[in-house]
Nanobody, 115 residues
């Protein structure tokens, strides 16, 4: 079973940057994709940045050019560098690992961007 723990959220002014990190522990095998989702108040959870099993990244249109996802196999982390943050990026950010037959979520970390 995979355990995920996010860190790095916080309060930042518009135009600022934050780096989120997801510590991954447990058995990582048969991964379909992994990455970051977010859920703003009153809205559905949505994918933000994902890495497929072949290592290729995919981004939501709203974050392209501003966010970068990376995986550090040595540290067992999935990181999300967020630049040029906007108030509409305010949400709880969740890390997820989707495997064949299993889906794991972290507890989430709050990101608040003030205008």
């Amino acid at each position: 079973q995979v355990q995920l723990e996010e860190s790095g959220g916080g309060l930042v002014q518009a135009g600022g940057s934050l780096r989120l990190s997801c510590a991954v522990s447990g058995s990582i095998s048969r991964v379909i994709r992994m990455g970051w989702y977010r859920q703003a108040p009153g809205k559905q959870r949505e994918p933000v940045a994902l890495i497929s099993s072949d290592g290729s990244p995919n981004y939501a249109d709203s974050v392209k050019g501003r966010f970068t996802i990376s995986r550090d196999s040595a540290k067992s982390t999935i990181d999300l560098q967020m630049n040029s943050l906007k108030p509409e990026d305010t949400a709880v950010y969740y890390c997820r690992v989707l495997q064949i037959g299993a889906s794991s979520w972290g507890q989430g970390t709050q990101v608040t961007v003030s205008s």
